[in-house]
């Protein structure tokens, strides 16, 4: 049984159509299972009988602060971590291309996952300490943890700005379900759409997950870019 966390968030609406039927979705919110993971209790209760927990429950704003970037995203997957311990077999975790923001210059072409983690705000700071936590999680009780570095997943794909890092719906929803049944103990990946010209390399993620992305965002008509809504991110300034 899969549970999914952040389950009436804008991603996990975005990937329901493909989940189970019998997949769990927690949240906050009412309208699925309603819990507040940042209790360990309900934590525990939440992940409790899972085969596989997809970590989508986040404070995801680029513009957010540290402290509420840390709480929302650290604090909260370590707590997730620790309810899961061994007994999780399977584990997803939703990074961000900000943990390598201040790669994306007009100079540099392609992006490497593999590169050391070059966050542009606290909220890739955050994610980059959540991969750290999922890394060692995997290491500590030999279980698969796989960080997806989302692009821009959920959003109307109109502003030239999240062009090259645009993850269409059909492709999240494989991504997912690629990442969810990998067979790979620990990886880093990056989670956009095949987008030309490419910026954020998902060479891994096609060898290692299977992932094959369809969709580009070129072949749409996008309109100018709108000023960035997140004034304390560096990434586009
Ligand atoms: N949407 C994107 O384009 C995008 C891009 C990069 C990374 N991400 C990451 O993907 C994940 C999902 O993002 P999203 O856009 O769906 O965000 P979202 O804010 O729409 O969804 C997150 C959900 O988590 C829930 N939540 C937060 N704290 C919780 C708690 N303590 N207990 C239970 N539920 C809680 C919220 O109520 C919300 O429904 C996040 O980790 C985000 O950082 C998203
Ligand atoms: O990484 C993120 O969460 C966000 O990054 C921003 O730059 C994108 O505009 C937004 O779509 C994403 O939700």
Same mark, same amino acid.
């Given at each position: 049984?899969?549970?999914?966390?952040?389950g009436?968030?804008?991603v996990?609406t975005?990937?329901?159509?493909?989940?189970p039927?019998? #997949?769990r979705?927690?949240?906050l919110?009412?309208?699925?299972?309603n819990?507040?993971?940042?209790?360990?209790?309900?934590a525990?209760?939440? !992940?409790h009988?899972?085969d596989?927990v997809?970590?989508l429950a986040?404070?995801p704003?680029p513009?957010?602060?540290w402290?509420t970037?840390?709480?929302?995203n650290? !604090?909260? #997957?370590e707590i997730?971590?620790?309810a899961?311990?061994?007994? !999780?077999?399977?584990?997803?975790?939703a990074?961000s291309?900000?943990a390598?923001?201040?790669? *994306?210059?007009? /100079?540099?072409e392609?992006?490497?996952?593999?590169?050391?983690?070059?966050?542009?705000?606290?909220?890739?700071?955050?994610k !980059?300490a959540?991969?750290?936590l999922?890394?060692? *999680?995997a290491?500590?009780?030999?279980v698969s943890?796989?960080?997806?570095?989302l692009?821009?997943?959920?959003?109307p794909l109109?502003?030239r700005?999240?062009?090259?890092m645009?993850?269409s719906?059909?492709?999240?929803?494989?991504?997912?379900?690629a990442?969810?049944t990998a /067979?790979?103990?620990?990886?880093?990946?990056f989670?956009?759409?095949?987008? #030309?010209?490419a910026?954020?390399?998902?060479?891994?993620?096609?060898?290692?997950l299977?992932?094959?992305?369809?969709?580009?965002?070129?072949?749409?008509?996008?309109?100018e870019?709108?000023p960035?809504e997140f004034?304390?991110?560096h990434m586009?300034s």
């Amino acid at each position: 049984m899969l549970v999914v966390t952040g389950g009436l968030g804008r991603v996990a609406t975005v990937l329901r159509p493909a989940l189970p039927p019998d #997949t769990r979705l927690i949240d906050l919110r009412p309208g699925g299972e309603n819990l507040d993971l940042s209790d360990p209790r309900q934590a525990a209760e939440a !992940v409790h009988g899972a085969d596989a927990v997809l970590h989508l429950a986040a404070t995801p704003s680029p513009g957010q602060d540290w402290s509420t970037a840390y709480q929302g995203n650290v !604090v909260l #997957t370590e707590i997730l971590l620790r309810a899961c311990g061994g007994r !999780v077999p399977r584990i997803v975790l939703a990074s961000s291309i900000h943990a390598m923001g201040l790669y *994306h210059r007009p /100079d540099r072409e392609l992006i490497s996952p593999e590169w050391t983690p070059w966050p542009c705000c606290a909220y890739g700071v955050s994610k !980059v300490a959540v991969e750290k936590l999922g890394r060692r *999680h995997a290491e500590r009780y030999g279980v698969s943890v796989i960080c997806l570095r989302l692009g821009s997943c959920g959003y109307p794909l109109d502003q030239r700005r999240i062009a090259d890092m645009w993850l269409s719906d059909r492709d999240a929803r494989h991504l997912a379900s690629a990442a969810l049944t990998a /067979d790979v103990e620990f990886g880093t990946y990056f989670g956009v759409s095949a987008n #030309t010209p490419a910026r954020w390399d998902t060479t891994n993620a096609q060898a290692e997950l299977g992932y094959r992305p369809a969709d580009d965002s070129s072949a749409f008509d996008i309109p100018e870019d709108r000023p960035y809504e997140f004034p304390d991110c560096h990434m586009f300034s």
